[in-house]
């Protein structure tokens, strides 16, 4: 199941620009954005879930398909 852009939050949309960057852990994104390490982590495994992004171990993701334009980074 694939996620349409109005479906992302705004959460969702912060941790997709970190991660167009590089990979990042959840915990740096909480730090640089503000949210909760929690709330970052649960919004994570959503994109995993939906295939966008990959767990890599160690707390480590990585993005595969921007669901925002439909994109491999």
Request: with cysteine.
């Amino acid at each position: 199941m694939t996620l349409d852009p109005d479906q992302l939050n705004p959460t969702d949309r912060e941790i997709l620009s970190y991660l167009t960057k590089g990979r990042c852990t959840a915990a740096y994104i909480s730090q640089e954005t503000g949210y909760s390490k929690g709330n970052i982590r649960n919004r994570l495994m959503r994109l995993v879930e939906h295939g966008y992004v990959r767990q890599l171990g160690g707390g480590l993701y990585e993005l595969i398909e921007d669901p925002r334009d439909g994109s491999a980074p």
